[in-house]
């Protein structure tokens, strides 16, 4: 009967026995068994405690990362294991050995006896519940190990977040370093207007007082100039020497010229206009186009960059004008140098010759506008009154109107004969880079960097349309010979076509990405040229809408022009040369 009862129980005994207690003689076993009852397996859920709450502790910034063998996770859950199992003892008033240990040797006993005794379910959850404690452990490892990961990330991030913050701290420190710089460059740029007023004041009397030398030069052989003192002490009449009498020449002829200035009549626009002569020469020329232009001849004139060409409308002759302040007269084909002009302080930006081709009018950085008379190389008059530096200057028909345009957003209009500024033409919000009369009457074509063209009455100085269409600035604009289409070019290569009867958009076409920096037809009106800023200069055929290119200069191109006949084209770079197609 004993036996009976030992045998159920022998199994769950030996079990119990392997797996915390050790193992003991039988006679113990038997002993233990009788004083403390029967053992019994009870199912304990292991809960693990919410993330969400877990508070991360910084860490110190020395890239610390723990090696995989350091991470000692098994020491740490075998003692967690030693806590409860001591608290399990307490509450049942068991006294078990403090330490036991599980030795693989044991669990392949228990595995082996489980086998033998047929204990299938038995071996199954035993089997079970080392595989899960296995994977509780790798969890528990790779967890930790994420937590790891986790905080050096925030660390990272917060690292991130104030290298950040200091770097726009940084950047705030600059801008009153900026405003100040800004407000510096303006108050140099005053002075340095103040500065060549100066200068020009005393080069004024620079020429004064060296006029004054000649003059006392000239009269070394006037006798010296007695003074009669009368019985009554006062002075008597006083000769006036050459010092005196040159300053009193110089005022009274300053004074005339401002009284001629005064008393001279405004000119007045002209009210019938003769028909533009080249309606009947662009009808009567009938021959094919030319665009099979080669490379002739380059024409080393300036030392800085070409901005400007302009062919004479009766000679073979052209005009440069450089960024070296001067303008040069070169005899075609040879390129010979007829003239040089000197006389602005600053770049030259354009010049267009008059109606008559005896005079020449140019316009510079140093915000003047200069007419000259190629005849006798001088200057005949300057006109001044724009605020900032003149782009371009245009002729009217008639030859006694100059049109010029600035970078002050505004253009003027000239009066050669009472040499004043008859009409300011304002409504451009940004620097007017070109302007052109209309052929042969009173209206002016400017193109300004705030994407538009407008049309003016030169009479009234009123707008009279505006174009939009561009969506970069504008650099350039001109009329075709006949008048009925305009052509424009803008900062990213985009030429424009325009009806200017219907004041509307004909084609537009992107020869970019490189600024398109003049546009100019042939004399026939069916092919317009444009100087690129990438070197090449581009042909447009009007009838078929083809594009031809002229390769050739080795930098920027700045100006394109064609001869009168057509069979010749003349282009300057920013090498100083002139280069020329036939």
Request: glycine share 8%.
């Amino acid at each position: 009967m004993a036996a009976q009862q030992g045998m159920p129980s022998s199994p769950l005994r030996v079990l119990e026995e392997a797996r915390g207690m050790g193992f003991t003689e039988a006679g113990d076993t038997a002993d233990a068994v009788a004083a403390e009852g029967a053992y019994y397996l009870e199912q304990v859920t292991i809960t693990e405690a919410s993330e969400d709450d877990y508070e991360y502790e910084e860490i110190p910034d020395d890239n610390f990362s723990i090696p995989e063998g350091e991470e000692d996770l098994a020491k740490a859950i075998q003692i967690v294991q030693d806590q409860a199992t001591d608290t399990h003892i307490l509450e049942q008033k068991t006294v078990l050995p403090s330490k036991y240990a599980v030795p693989e040797v044991v669990e392949d006993f228990l595995c082996n006896f489980l086998i033998k005794m047929g204990m299938t379910r038995t071996l199954d959850c035993f089997q079970s519940e080392c595989k899960a404690r296995a994977d509780l452990l790798k969890t528990q490892k790779e967890r930790d190990f994420h937590r790891m990961r986790h905080k050096q990330v925030l660390q990272e991030r917060n690292k991130l977040i104030n290298d950040l913050k200091r770097l726009k701290l940084h950047y705030a420190s600059y801008e009153p370093t900026l405003r100040v710089l800004h407000e510096k460059h303006h108050t140099l740029l005053k002075e340095k207007m103040l500065t060549s007023l100066e200068r020009d004041r005393a080069l004024g009397q620079i020429s004064g007082l060296q006029a004054t030398l000649q003059h006392m030069e000239k009269g070394r052989i006037c006798n010296i100039p007695e003074i009669k003192v009368g019985q009554s002490g006062e002075r008597g009449t006083v000769p006036e020497g050459p010092t005196q009498k040159g300053l009193r020449e110089a005022r009274e002829q300053s004074k005339y010229k401002k009284k001629m200035k005064e008393n001279t009549k405004d000119s007045e626009f002209p009210v019938d206009m003769q028909p533009n002569p080249k309606l009947g020469s662009c009808k009567e020329n009938l021959s094919p186009s030319k665009f099979d232009y080669k490379l002739n001849n380059i024409f080393r004139l300036h030392e800085l960059p070409v901005s400007c060409i302009a062919v004479h409308p009766c000679k073979e002759i052209l005009v440069s004008c450089g960024e070296d302040r001067l303008w040069k007269v070169v005899g075609l084909p040879k390129g010979n140098v007829l003239l040089t002009g000197v006389g602005h302080t600053d770049w030259l930006s354009d010049c267009c010759f008059h109606p008559s081709g005896n005079k020449l009018a140019t316009s510079s950085g140093d915000t003047t506008v200069k007419l000259w008379d190629l005849s006798k190389a001088e200057c005949l008059l300057t006109f001044e009154g724009h605020k900032h530096a003149v782009w371009s200057c245009t002729w009217h028909s008639c030859g006694d109107f100059v049109a010029s345009s600035s970078l002050d957003s505004t253009s003027k209009i000239w009066d050669i004969q009472s040499e004043r500024c008859r009409c300011t033409l304002y409504g451009h919000t940004d620097s007017v880079n070109s302007i052109e009369f209309f052929p042969f009457s009173n209206t002016l074509l400017t193109g300004s960097a705030d994407k538009s063209l407008s049309i003016w009455d030169a009479r009234t100085g009123k707008c009279e349309q505006s174009l939009y269409g561009h969506m970069h600035s504008i650099n350039d604009a001109t009329f075709t010979p006949r008048g009925h289409m305009i052509a424009s070019c803008d900062a990213c290569g985009v030429i424009k076509l325009w009806d200017f009867r219907k004041l509307l958009p004909i084609v537009s076409i992107d020869v970019g990405p490189s600024p398109g920096n003049e546009v100019n037809f042939d004399s026939s009106g069916r092919v317009l040229a444009q100087a690129s800023g990438n070197g090449v200069i581009h042909l447009l055929d009007l009838k078929s809408g083809q594009i031809h290119k002229l390769m050739g200069h080795e930098s920027e191109a700045h100006t394109v022009v064609f001869s009168q006949d057509g069979e010749s084209l003349f282009s300057g770079g920013s090498d100083g040369t002139v280069r020329t197609w036939s």
